[in-house]
T-cell receptor
Framework: QKEVEQDPGPLSVPEGAIVSLNCTYSNSAFQYFMWYRQYSRKGPELLMYTYSSGNKEDGRFTAQVDKSSKYISLFIRDSQPSDSATYLCAMRLGTGFQKLVFGTGTRLLVSP | GAGVSQSPSNKVTEKGKDVELRCDPISGHTALYWYRQRLGQGLEFLIY????????KSGLPSDRFSAERTGESVSTLTIQRTQQEDSAVYLC??????????FGSGTRLTVV
């Protein structure tokens, strides 16, 4: 079993839809959770960063962490064709300089 | 520089040859990470450097893989006697605060 599970998709939605992307994980010691967006032939870029359980909102993006269920989500409101990319969840154990453990990524396609 | 720079962007090599991949981190970033991304898979941790500490090499898949970093500057990932399963995108990232990485665009390695 992988430490972090993520549905690879693709997930196809029409422009304006609300998108829900999810990851589950097995290691309850993970404390810091991130979402990265990766466009084709580019490196991942950090979208959202959260600590422990709860919600965090940034514009059209909301990150949600439920540590009791070992489940994290990223919601995108009013999705745009420019949101079409691969979304990777990532997490790490604690503070300081530590390696991130990534999900496989979900490919999102937003059609005009 | 403004971002993490990786070179070459693409590399095609014959099976059995050695290759060197280069990463220039963001100036002032003390931590540097190498990840591998195979087609349709998530990011696989390879190695990370933090300041003058001993590198964490726990992700290197075999002794054909090695990496060096001079101080807090350039890093080189070397793959000896390349195999076809080494074909992947090799991503470098740097960090100054330990939670959010900045990735380069990667080196796409194809072993034929």
């Amino acid at each position: 079993q992988k430490e972090v599970e993520q549905d690879p998709g693709p997930l196809s939605v029409p422009e304006g839809a609300i998108v829900s992307l999810n990851c589950t994980y097995s290691n309850s010691a993970f404390q810091y959770f991130m979402w990265y967006r990766q466009y084709s032939r580019k490196g991942p870029e950090l979208l959202m960063y959260t600590y422990s359980s709860g919600n965090k909102e940034d514009g059209r993006f909301t990150a949600q962490v439920d540590k009791s269920s070992k489940y994290i989500s990223l919601f995108i409101r009013d999705s745009q064709p420019s949101d079409s990319a691969t979304y990777l969840c990532a997490m790490r154990l604690g503070t300081g300089f530590q390696k991130l453990v990534f999900g496989t990524g979900t490919r999102l396609l937003v059609s005009p | 520089g403004a971002g993490v720079s990786q070179s070459p962007s693409n590399k095609v090599t014959e099976k059995g040859k050695d290759v060197e991949l280069r990463c220039d981190p963001i100036s002032g970033h003390t931590a540097l990470y190498w990840y591998r991304q195979r087609l349709g898979q998530g990011l696989e941790f390879l190695i990370y450097f933090q300041g003058n500490s001993a590198p964490d090499k726990s992700g290197l898949p075999s002794d054909r893989f090695s990496a060096e970093r001079t101080g807090e500057s350039v890093s080189t990932l070397t793959i000896q006697r390349t195999q076809q399963e080494d074909s992947a995108v090799y991503l470098c990232a740097s960090s100054s605060q330990g939670y959010g990485y900045t990735f380069g665009s990667g080196t796409r390695l194809t072993v034929v």
